[in-house]
């Protein structure tokens, strides 16, 4: 796995500047040890269902899928809701 890894002791010291560059980007950023991927710093999403669960809310709204946007569609947007939603 090839992903820019900010180390812990990198993203300890610079906490603030992360949350501020993700929440103002939106783009994720990842944590970890020894060049290990370990967590995502992900934005908060910009919408919320109260309906749905919070991982489901973060998976769907907080952008953190937009890698696959170029991906083709498995399921449509309606079988998707009608088994989750």
Known sequence: MNIKTLST???RE???DLVNIVS???KSI????RNVPE???????????GKL?????????SK????????PEIYSIEDVKNKYA
């Open 9 to 11: 002791t990198e993203a």
């Open 14 to 16: 610079r906490i603030s």
């Open 24 to 26: 103002t980007s939106r």
């Open 30 to 33: 990842v944590i970890g040890r």
């Open 39 to 49: 967590v995502v710093l992900i934005p908060f999403p910009a919408f919320w269902n």
């Open 53 to 61: 669960s919070e991982i489901t809310n973060i998976n769907a709204y």
């Open 64 to 71: 953190s899928f937009d890698f696959l946007v170029n991906e």
